[in-house]
Each structure stands twice: as C-alpha cells, then as structure tokens.
C-alpha cells in the first residue's frame, strides 16, 4: 500500500451555486507544497482529497489514485494546459468539477487513465482504472461548448483520378509485406525511384540485419529534399519481439530526425501493428509520425500519417491497416493529391464555427457498407462562412448529400475532438482494458457534457463502461436530485465496451453525443427496467461484434429494452448489426430482477413514451429492428408479442395507439425496418434503398402505415459493383430483390403512402408492395389501401405488386391466402378491387392475372373462412360454380385451415376434410362487414348427430334447422342452418352483424368477435365417411349452384401498363429533412 497524502487546510464552503468552480474561495493550489502534509505528491502515491483543492498544474508523476472523500473537492483550473495520470478516481462523497453549466471549462484537460488487465487491485463497486461516483459524490465535467454533428447539404464526391499525382495500395494481391518505403520527387509528387520493401519482421537475427543493411542503403541513396512515406503491411516485429532491431530504430530515426532520438514511436510496435511516417529528408522538422495503438476488437488498428506542402499544392498522405484474423486484409496505401481537390470545403446544416482547426471529424457512410465513414480533419479557412468547413478528406468513397424525394439521405459529419479529454492508458495494446467511468445510487450531481473519451470501456466483463448510471432507480426525483442528471454533447470513440450505459436508473438523459468505432451495443438500456431514459440527438456508427453478452454479437447503435424511453433526433449511421433495437424482456433481468422496476409482462404491455424523427442507415442488418423479445440468459427470441394496452396487463384492456412517427431509414443490407406488434402506426416516414423498405409484422390486428415514402433504388448510387451502375446490399447475391412495403399478417391501413424507382431494369426483381415470405399468422382479408401514388408506369418501368413465393400449392395457408384491398382503386384502377394469387378457388370471370406481379387482380370483394379441425388434418375447399376444378387444399401441419372466399352471394363452398372427421369442427369468418354473408357446406356422414351453435356478437344456442340450402340463403334469423342427411353435408351460413368503423384500429372482424359456427358432439357409425363430393354433385350439380343475384359482369380487361401518378411525392409526404439548421 502506498503513503497517502492528506491535507492541511479545512476549508468547508458551499460550492453548489458557484458559476465558476475555479473562483470559489478557499481553494489551495495542488502545485504549493503547502497545501500538501508531507510535500507534492509522488509518482505512485494514493492521493486522499479532503478540502478543496485547485489543479493549477499538471502533477508530472503517475499517481496510484485519487480519493475525493467528503468536504474534499479537485477542480481544474481553466486556461490551462492539464494532464492528470492516476489508476483510478474515488469520488467518495466529494466532488469533482471541470468547469460547470453556466462557466463551461475553457482550457486544455486530460484525465489518464492508468493499468492493465493484470492488475490486481480492486475497489469495491468500482473495479479499476475508473472514475467512480460514489454516494454523496458530484462528478461535473462541462467541455467547451461545441456542437456534436451537423449533416452536410452538398455531396462530398469521390477524388476523380486526376486529383492524384501518386496512388498506389498495396494489399494481398501483392505478396508484399514488412516496411514499405517509397520516394517522391518534391515538385511533382511522383515516385523519382522503385519502392522499398524491407522484410523486418524476420524472426531470425541474420534476416532482420539483412533488412536493415538494405533499409540503409536505400535510405542514403534518396537525395535531400525528396518526400519520403512509409507504411507497415502486415508486420515487422516477429511474433515472440525477441529479434533485438535497435539498429534499425536508429536507422530509421537518423532519416527523419536528423539523430538518433530513441522516441520515435516505432520502437513501441509489436506483432501486427501498422506504424507509418513522412519526411522531408534532411529536414526533420517535417517528419510526421502515425501510429495507433488501439486494436479494434484486439484485431485490427488503422494508422496514418498526413503531410501538406503548402509550395507545390499537394497533399501526401499515407495508411498502414493491419488485421491480425484474416491476415490477406491488412493493406498500405500512399496518396499524393492536390490540396484543393483533397480538401474540400462542405457545406453542412449547422453553424460549426465552434470547430476549430485541427478538430478530427468523421463523414458517415452513405452507402451500404458502413466502413465506407471517413475520418478527417478541419482547415484553417478564412473564407469560409459560420456553415461550412474545410476538411482535409481524400475521399475514397462518395458521401451523398441531398434529400431524395423526401428521404435525407444526407451524410453526417460529426467532430471527435473536444477541450476534455478522459482516455484510458493502453499499455497492451490487445488486453482490451480501457477506462470507464461509473456512477452509483445517491450520487449528488453527475453530469457529463463537452468530454471527449476514448480508449475507455473493458470488454474483459460486463459493468465497464465509458459512461455508466449503475442501479440508480430514481435520477429525475426532484426531491433527491435537483439538478437532472445528463451526458451530452460528448465525443466516444475507439470504445472496447458500448459508449453509454443506462443501468436500473430512472430519469437519465443522454443527448448530442458521438459513439464512434466501438464493440458491442452503442447506446445500452441493460435490463429492461430502465424507464423515462431520454435519448436525443444522439449520432452513432461503428458498433462492432462483441461478446460482453450473446447480443453483442449482432451489435446496435441504440439498443432499447424498455418501452418508456424518449427517442427523438438520433441516427444510427451504420455498424455491424442493427441500428436501432426495440427488444424487451418478459421482465427486468439482472440486477434489476425483483426490483419491481416492471412487472412480469408489463413492458409487452407498454406504449413507448415517444419515438420520433430517428435516422438508421448504412446498418449489415436492419436499419430499425421492433422485434424479438430478451430471455433472462440475454439471447434474443423471434415473436416479441408486442401488444401495448391503455392499461398494461389488464386484460379487459383496449389495445392503445403506438406511434412510430419519421422514421429515416436508407442503405440497410438486410431491411430498412421490420416492426411486429398490435395498433402500431408508422407515420411520416422515409425507406429507401435496401432490400425490403418496412416489413410490418402483427401480433394482434391493428397495424398502420401513413403518409410515407418508398423509394427502391434511387440516384444515391454508391460505389458501383462490377458492371453494375450501383452498390449492392449483399455482393455474393446480386440478385436481391428490391421490395417496398412487406406485408405480415395483418391487417393493416395503408393511406397517402407513395412508391418509386422500382425500376424493372434491374437485375433484380424489384416491387413496392410485396408479401413476407412465412407468416405466423393468415394474412388478413382486412388489409387495405387507399390514396396510394407510383412515381413510375407499372409493367414498363416497374412493378406496383411483386409476389416472390408464386407457386401457392407447395406453400403454408397463412401465405396461400395473399391478399389486400384496393380501396381507392389507385393501385388496380379499380376502387374496391382485390389483389389474390391466381389459384383456381379464387379467380372468377371478373378476374385477370397481372404477369408481372404474379397476382391477379379481382373486381370481387372477399373474406376469409378459417375451418378449425385437428391437427394433421387438410381440408379442401371448393367453390360452387365447379366443385372439381375450383378448389384449393390446406396444409395439413396446423390445425386451422384459411380460405379467400368471394362475397356477394354469388357463391356458395363446399368442405372436405381428408381425414377421419373429428369430434368437433368450427367454421369461422374474417372480413365481413355488416349484411355479408358466406354460405359453407361440410362434408359429413350421413348418419351424424352433432349440436350446432352459432357464435358472434352473441351465442345463438338455439339454432333452427330449415329443409332446404335455398331457405337457408333466404333465412334472416341468424340461427338457421341445413343439414342434408341424404348427401352428408352440413350447411352454415356466417353473417356480419356491425359495419367496420371508419376510423380507429382495424380489425378482421368488425367488434373484435368474429363470427362463427361450432360443430360439436358429433357423433357417427364411420368417421371415415367425410367425402361427400360424389353425392353432392348428383343433387346440386358440379358447376350449375351459382346464384345470380347481381347478374353477370363481363370479363375482366386491364390495360398493359398503369402509368405513373407523378414523378415525385406530395410535397409533405415522408420523413422530410430530419435535421434544420
């Protein structure tokens, strides 16, 4: 244990109002040995802070830890220039402040974070190398106020060819590897002579001395004055580093210092790291070093180094990227450019004059590969106005920056740099243990804005985050804490564990902040009980795979756990999972378990407090995933059985409106979004550019979509594929289709949305409204559209219908039976039409296959009869007009059979079940508004004796059998049904009783009950005898029982193409800009 430093002077004063923490009285300077029992203190000592204290310089030794104990206070002197090492900070019931909210901290602070994994000390609730928080304890840190993000409004192109003067990546295809050297004559920035190529990484001394030797040679034959760049590929330090290569070091010091300097970061490399330099040979005032430490995932590191000559107009540059799993990855890049091409200036939304000089800022992908982000840094630009900003960026990719038929698909550009600065220490460079800062239940005040942090997180165990509210239930309880708790406005960044972590706290908000390249979740409610967490403005990209828990694997930028969470003003700008994650338990896991934070099902039952304008794009996955629920283990299960309630887990509860309102979603490689839930409306929302736009799943009936655009490949090309014009979402399948909007089960209302560029040039099938190819559930004969526009001519341009999965025959009912209305008749030119497959049961005169959609279009009007028997059994359904052409059979592997059925009395139905009848049946109808009906006969034996009752709005046990099938049609009463004992069947008639409402949650059936007629006690001397097809065709005949009520219609006749209703959406419609300045 190490001495401990206590301090002299008692000083007790009231600071909680102080605007400026660094003018309060009675503050005593760290640097004075006055204020210290036993002088300054020393490297290695533990610190213990009792009275307030004022950093008035950087303490120069590595302290073992800081104790900030009641009445003792550490406050940073502003217009300073301050590095503080320590192992760890103890706010134990005192206080640390870094400026404040109204006197935001002008000057230069570093906290480092000290240790490795290997280290064997412990604080309790804490760990190590942290900041920790502590009962009592008040952590204010408050950076310079400097906006976080902004998006840009003109697209930052590619550099054209002739932007360079060099160019040359070297990568496995070259079979080079160790230390690349290349010379480049200073006036035209041209190579003046063959690379080098230096095997250093030779783990024999003999091969590493002969590497040096030539290294040397080379080295002295590039004259003075020629740039000099060089790379790592791969490595030059063997595996074991046992090859002593001081020689080398010296070598390569000598060439861009002049002499030997022992501080070049080059002799810090191990195994696998890229190091790279620029020099001006005989000038060492202008060498630049790159080398990056940090590995990403203990994998992989990027390291650069940049050089302007200011004379010649021209920028060198140079990349070392090494991989150590998949060694054919790593890659070297040299680029010599024009400076006026390579450092743009972009025009952006916002006022970014609080970006300074030298700021590091990234540009998010544009496309669907998120790696496509760039990395740059800010130019001194006298010319430039309050939005714009120069950037020394040689873009390599294309970063959109246009808002496309109402979809933003503009980049984002955020900046990382910022006065404050908490990183942790890498002493390895693999162990993935960074700093992390935590604070606990009954802290005063933790507040957290204008800090950049990096290197912090440890993916060695869960509890270890960059920034982290641990079991602090109540944080917006104004009695215990005035002053609401917040980060915000923070730079996170090369992160081993998430950015920001809401654990069992209540109240937190996190808004403005940058979570850049990190592992595992970005944005983590963890267990499920976190409620009124408020997310904001938040910008996220680069959550990488992890493994903290089994999720972490297929990471998101936002991962939501609990449905009382403020999310507004976020994007999610692409990682290597999902963008934003809706998943919930069945009920608070972890520590919060038996906290009564939510009760068992409750946040199935929940309405999410507010979800709008969020942007997801540029994701591997999903742009937004609201589906799958979170087992107590931390695995994900498919089905969340979202059904939110006006009161949760009251189950005489009415379903309650759930608003998902602008979604932005673009560039996500596996679907922009898929939402599965009841009552759940997405309104005023953006897709464009994947491979299904919104799949809209149920669980209960209820689903909306409003006043939204589709848009399928639009003119946010991105970094064309082969001989394509364009990027793909999945390289090794080109042939992707391209799909709109998804439908599930149903049913859902689909009003004012607006479909376009599902071109049928491409060289995939592409369609706006399509179907999932499984369903848990049959589709509804309640889903419909109205008021529905096409930016291109259907058959000729694209397709307003595609159905993928054609052959019905081999397929589950809940996907036989496909079906929508055409309301507004915008979609078929046919108001109130249908749109089915084209199986025999369902296709009428009135009827005409669309090729191209491989649907047919219908001017009939249907429901759907659902006919409950036992499991394993298949039923067959005919239709009247030709009982042995006419029909369909059900997959035998549930034991519910669906069927579309056409309405207006034309057609009665016949059913067969091809099994051995079982004890009782049900027959049952969705879809029928008030006055429809649905006559359907049931094939049984003849000597049956059976109780029939008939269910709906009411229970009509007293049913009424009549003699004929035409009394029954005739019979008003609601109880009639008609038993033909002499051919066996069963004739029900199913009747809607209340009109469907106009406005309010859509159901199947009108009052939620769907009408129905059980067959029950049914008893016979062969339950075998369930075919009566032979027996019914002698009475009724096979094709002759129709009845003509309406008269018939002529055959029906489409034109070739549907032209288009206009080029671009209404003005209102969709997501919009999603960010003004």
Same mark, same amino acid.
């Given at each position: 244990?190490?001495?401990?430093?206590?301090?002299?002077?008692?000083v007790?004063i009231n600071?909680?109002?102080?605007?400026?923490?660094?003018?309060?009285?009675?503050?005593?300077?760290w640097?004075?040995?006055?204020?210290?029992?036993?002088?300054?203190?020393?490297?290695?000592?533990?610190?213990?802070?009792?009275?307030?204290?004022?950093?008035?310089?950087?303490?120069?030794?590595?302290?073992?830890?800081?104790?900030?104990?009641?009445?003792?206070?550490?406050?940073?002197?502003?217009?300073?220039?301050?590095?503080?090492?320590?192992?760890?900070?103890?706010?134990?019931?005192?206080?640390?402040?870094?400026?404040?909210?109204?006197c935001?901290?002008?000057?230069?602070?570093?906290?480092?974070?000290?240790?490795?994994?290997?280290?064997?000390?412990?604080?309790?609730?804490?760990?190590?190398?942290?900041?920790?928080?502590?009962?009592?304890?008040?952590?204010?840190?408050?950076?310079?106020?400097?906006?976080?993000?902004?998006?840009?409004?003109?697209?930052?192109?590619?550099?054209?060819?002739?932007a360079?003067?060099?160019?040359?990546?070297?990568?496995?295809?070259?079979?080079?590897?160790?230390?690349?050297?290349?010379?480049?004559?200073?006036?035209?920035?041209?190579?003046?002579?063959?690379?080098?190529?230096?095997?250093?990484?030779?783990?024999?001394?003999k091969?590493?001395?002969?590497?040096?030797?030539?290294?040397?040679?080379?080295?002295?034959?590039?004259?003075?004055?020629?740039?000099?760049?060089?790379?790592?590929?791969?490595?030059?330090?063997?595996?074991?580093?046992?090859?002593?290569?001081?020689?080398?070091?010296?070598?390569?010091e000598t060439?861009?210092?002049?002499?030997?300097?022992?501080?070049?970061?080059?002799?810090?490399?191990?195994?696998?790291?890229?190091?790279?330099?620029?020099?001006?040979?005989?000038?060492p005032?202008?060498?630049?070093?790159?080398?990056?430490?940090?590995?990403v995932?203990?994998?992989?590191?990027?390291?650069t180094?940049?050089?302007?000559?200011?004379?010649?107009?021209?920028?060198?540059?140079?990349?070392?990227?090494t991989?150590?799993?998949g060694?054919?990855?790593?890659?070297?890049?040299?680029?010599v450019?024009?400076?006026?091409?390579?450092?743009?200036?972009?025009?952006?939304?916002?006022?970014?004059?609080?970006?300074?000089t030298?700021?590091?800022?990234?540009?998010?992908?544009?496309?669907?590969?998120?790696?496509q982000?760039?990395?740059?840094?800010?130019?001194d630009?006298?010319?430039?106005?309050?939005?714009?900003?120069?950037?020394?960026?040689?873009?390599?990719?294309?970063?959109?920056?246009?808002?496309?038929?109402?979809?933003?698909?503009?980049?984002?550009?955020?900046?990382?740099?910022?006065?404050?600065?908490?990183?942790?220490?890498?002493?390895?460079?693999?162990?993935?243990?960074?700093?992390?800062?935590?604070?606990?239940?009954?802290?005063?005040?933790?507040?957290?804005?204008?800090a950049?942090?990096?290197?912090?997180?440890?993916?060695?165990?869960?509890?270890?985050?960059?920034?982290h509210?641990?079991?602090?239930?109540?944080?917006?309880?104004?009695?215990?804490?005035?002053s609401?708790?917040?980060?915000?406005?923070?730079?996170?960044?090369?992160?081993?564990?998430?950015c920001?972590?809401?654990h069992?706290?209540?109240?937190a908000t996190?808004a403005?902040?940058?979570?850049?390249?990190?592992i595992?979740?970005?944005?983590?409610?963890?267990?499920?009980?976190?409620?009124?967490?408020?997310?904001?403005?938040?910008?996220?990209?680069?959550?990488?795979s992890?493994?903290?828990?089994?999720?972490?694997?297929?990471?998101?930028?936002?991962?939501?756990?609990?449905?009382?969470?403020?999310?507004?003003?976020?994007?999610?700008?692409?990682?290597?999972?999902?963008?934003?994650?809706?998943?919930?338990?069945?009920?608070?896991?972890?520590?919060?378990?038996?906290?009564?934070?939510?009760?068992?099902?409750?946040?199935?039952?929940?309405?999410?407090?507010?979800?709008?304008?969020?942007?997801?794009?540029?994701?591997?996955?999903?742009?937004?995933?609201?589906?799958?629920?979170?087992?107590?283990d931390?695995?994900?299960?498919?089905?969340?059985?979202?059904?939110?309630?006006?009161?949760?887990?009251?189950?005489?509860?009415?379903f309650?409106?759930?608003?998902?309102?602008?979604?932005?979603?673009?560039?996500?490689?596996?679907?922009?979004?898929?939402?599965?839930?009841?009552?759940?409306?997405?309104?005023?929302?953006?897709?464009?550019?994947?491979?299904?736009?919104?799949?809209?799943?149920?669980?209960?009936?209820?689903?909306e979509?409003? *006043?939204?655009? #589709?848009?399928? %490949?639009? =003119?946010?090309? /991105?970094?064309p @594929?082969?001989? &394509?014009?364009?990027?793909?979402?999945?390289?090794?399948?080109?042939?992707?289709?391209?799909?709109?909007?998804?439908?599930?089960?149903?049913?859902?209302?689909?009003?004012?949305?607006?479909?376009?560029d599902?071109?049928?040039?491409?060289?995939?099938?592409?369609?706006?409204?399509?179907?999932?190819?499984?369903?848990?559930?049959?589709?509804?004969?309640?889903?419909?559209?109205? *008021?529905?526009? #096409?930016?291109? %001519?259907? =058959?000729?341009? /694209?397709?307003? @219908?595609?159905? &993928?999965?054609?052959?019905?025959?081999?397929?589950?009912?809940?996907?036989?039976?496909?079906?929508?209305?055409?309301?507004?008749?915008?979609?078929?030119?046919?108001?109130?039409?249908?749109?089915?497959r084209p199986?025999?049961?369902?296709l009428?005169?009135?009827?005409?296959?669309?090729?191209?959609?491989?649907?047919?279009?219908?001017?009939?009007?249907?429901?759907?009869?659902?006919?409950?028997?036992?499991?394993?059994?298949?039923?067959?359904l005919?239709?009247?007009?030709?009982?042995?052409?006419?029909?369909?059979?059900?997959?035998?592997?549930?034991?519910?059979?669906?069927?579309?059925?056409?309405?207006?009395?034309?057609?009665?139905?016949?059913a067969?079940?091809?099994?051995?009848?079982?004890?009782?049946?049900?027959?049952?109808?969705?879809?029928?508004?008030?006055?429809?009906?649905?006559?359907?006969?049931?094939?049984?034996?003849?000597?049956?004796?059976?109780?029939l009752k008939?269910?709906?709005?009411?229970?009509v046990?007293?049913?009424?059998?009549?003699?004929?099938?035409?009394?029954?049609?005739?019979d008003?009463?609601?109880?009639?049904?008609?038993?033909?004992?002499?051919?066996?069947?069963?004739?029900?008639?199913?009747?809607?009783?209340?009109?469907?409402p106009?406005?309010?949650?859509?159901?199947?059936c009108?009052?939620?009950?769907?009408?129905?007629?059980?067959?029950?006690?049914?008893s016979?001397?062969?339950?075998?005898?369930?075919?009566?097809?032979?027996?019914?065709?002698?009475?009724?005949?096979?094709?002759?029982?129709?009845?003509?009520?309406?008269?018939?219609?002529?055959?029906l006749?489409?034109?070739?193409?549907?032209?288009?209703?206009?080029?671009?959406?209404?003005?209102?419609?969709?997501?919009?800009?999603?960010?003004?300045?």
């Open positions: 244990m190490l001495v401990a430093r206590f301090l002299l002077v008692l007790v600071v909680a109002n102080a605007a400026c923490p660094h003018t309060d009285a009675g503050l005593n300077k640097s004075e040995s006055s204020t210290w029992q036993d002088g300054l203190p020393e490297d290695g000592d533990d610190v213990v802070i009792v009275t307030p204290i004022l950093l008035d310089e950087s303490p120069d030794v590595d302290l073992g830890s800081i104790t900030i104990s009641a009445g003792g206070r550490l406050v940073f002197a502003p217009d300073s220039d301050l590095v503080l090492r320590t192992y760890y900070i103890h706010i134990d019931g005192g206080r640390m402040d870094i400026g404040s909210e109204d935001r901290y002008s000057g230069k602070a570093r906290i480092q974070l000290l240790g490795t994994f290997n280290e064997t000390y412990t604080v309790p609730n804490f760990g190590r190398k942290f900041i920790g928080v502590d009962v009592d304890g008040t952590l204010e840190i408050h950076g310079q106020d400097k906006l976080s993000w902004t998006k840009i409004t003109d697209s930052i192109e590619k550099l054209p060819d002739d360079f003067t060099s160019r040359d990546v070297i990568n496995k295809e070259d079979d080079i590897k160790g230390l690349i050297v290349k010379s480049y004559d200073p006036t035209t920035g041209t190579e003046d002579r063959e690379q080098g190529v230096f095997k250093l990484g030779s783990s024999s001394e091969g590493v001395e002969k590497a040096t030797d030539a290294f040397i040679a080379y080295a002295d034959a590039i004259p003075d004055g020629n740039i000099v760049a060089i790379a790592v590929r791969k490595f030059i330090i063997d595996r074991e580093n046992v090859i002593n290569r001081t020689r080398f070091f010296d070598a390569l060439l861009g210092y002049g002499e030997v300097t022992g501080e070049s970061q080059i002799r810090n490399l191990v195994f696998y790291d890229g190091f790279t330099m620029i020099l001006t040979k005989g000038d005032t202008k060498t630049v070093e790159g080398f990056e430490p940090y590995k995932g203990g994998l992989h590191q990027t390291s180094a940049t050089y302007y000559d200011m004379n010649t107009d021209l920028k060198y540059f140079v990349l070392s990227y991989k150590s799993r060694f054919g990855k790593s890659f070297v890049e040299f680029q450019t024009h400076i006026a091409q390579s450092c743009p200036i972009v025009d952006v939304v916002d006022d970014v004059s609080s970006w300074k030298g700021d590091r800022v990234i540009i998010t992908s544009t496309d669907y590969e998120w790696e982000l760039e990395v740059g840094k800010v130019m630009c006298d010319s430039c106005l309050s939005k714009q900003v120069k950037v020394d960026l040689s873009a390599k990719f294309t970063h959109y920056g246009k808002i496309y038929k109402n979809v933003d698909m503009r980049a984002e550009i955020a900046v990382l740099t910022r006065n404050v600065v908490i990183e942790g220490i890498m002493e390895g460079s693999t162990d993935e243990f960074g700093g992390h800062i935590k604070a606990l239940k009954g802290f005063k005040d933790f507040h957290i804005e204008g950049e942090l990096f290197h912090m997180g440890q993916s060695t165990s869960t509890g270890n985050y960059p920034i509210w641990h079991m602090c239930e109540d944080v917006d309880d104004a009695s215990v804490y005035p609401p708790t917040y980060a915000r406005q923070n730079s996170i960044h090369l992160s081993y564990a998430r920001v972590t809401v069992g706290t209540h109240g996190v403005d902040n940058v979570c850049f390249d990190t595992g979740h970005g944005y983590f409610l963890e267990d499920g009980g976190e409620k009124r967490t408020t997310l904001s403005g938040n910008l996220g990209a680069g959550q990488m992890g493994d903290l828990t089994p999720t972490d694997k297929t990471p998101s930028t936002f991962w939501i756990t609990n449905p009382l969470t403020v999310m507004e003003n976020n994007v999610a700008a692409g990682g290597e999972g999902m963008g934003i994650w809706y998943i919930f338990p069945k009920k608070p896991m972890g520590q919060s378990a038996g906290k009564d934070f939510m009760k068992a099902g409750e946040a199935q039952e929940t309405a999410i407090t507010k979800f709008n304008n969020n942007v997801a794009h540029s994701n591997r996955r999903d742009g937004l995933r609201f589906e799958n629920w979170l087992k107590g931390g695995t994900d299960q498919k089905f969340n059985e979202y059904r939110a309630k006006v009161t949760s887990l009251d189950p005489n509860s009415d309650v409106l759930v608003e998902l309102n602008r979604i932005t979603a673009y560039k996500n490689s596996i679907q922009n979004a898929v939402i599965r839930g009841s009552y759940v409306q997405v309104k005023d929302s953006s897709f464009s550019d994947s491979p299904k736009g919104l799949v809209i799943k149920r669980v209960e009936s209820g689903q979509v409003l *006043n939204s655009v #589709f848009v399928g %490949d639009s =003119d946010n090309t /991105g970094e @594929v082969g001989l &394509l014009d364009r990027s793909l979402p999945d390289v090794e399948n080109p042939d992707y289709p391209r799909l709109g909007l998804v439908l599930g089960g149903g049913p859902v209302v689909v009003d004012d949305v607006w479909f376009g599902y071109s049928s040039n491409a060289p995939y099938d592409t369609g706006a409204i399509s179907f999932t190819p499984n369903a848990k559930l049959a589709r509804s004969p309640r889903t419909i559209f109205k *008021n529905v526009g #096409f930016g291109f %001519d259907d =058959d000729s341009e /694209g397709n307003r @219908v595609l159905q &993928l999965f054609p052959d019905a025959g081999s397929l589950a009912d809940t996907i036989r039976v496909d079906i929508f209305q055409d309301e507004s008749g915008d979609i078929t030119d046919i108001p109130g039409s249908s749109v089915v199986s025999k049961l369902q009428t005169s009135n009827c005409a296959v669309r090729d191209g959609w491989k649907m047919a279009i219908c001017d009939e009007k249907f429901a759907q009869v659902v006919i409950k028997a036992a499991k394993d059994e298949s039923v067959t005919m239709r009247s007009d030709d009982i042995t052409n006419n029909q369909e059979t059900s997959d035998e592997s549930c034991s519910s059979s669906a069927f579309n059925v056409i309405l207006g009395g034309t057609y009665t139905y016949l067969r079940i091809n099994t051995d009848l079982p004890s009782a049946v049900s027959v049952s109808a969705r879809g029928l508004d008030d006055g429809e009906e649905v006559v359907i006969g049931l094939c049984v034996p003849t000597d049956l004796t059976f109780k008939y269910k709906g709005a009411t229970t046990r007293d049913t009424t059998s009549v003699n004929s099938l035409d009394a029954l049609i005739s008003d009463s609601g109880k009639a049904y008609y038993f033909d004992d002499a051919v066996g069947v069963i004739f029900v008639k199913l009747t809607g009783t209340e009109a469907f106009i406005t309010g949650r859509s159901r199947n009108a009052n939620g009950i769907c009408p129905s007629a059980n067959i029950g006690r049914m016979t001397s062969d339950k075998s005898d369930t075919d009566c097809v032979a027996a019914y065709k002698a009475k009724y005949g096979s094709t002759g029982n129709t009845r003509r009520r309406f008269g018939w219609r002529r055959s006749s489409l034109p070739s193409s549907f032209p288009k209703s206009s080029v671009d959406p209404p003005p209102t419609a969709g997501a919009g800009s999603t960010r003004s300045g």
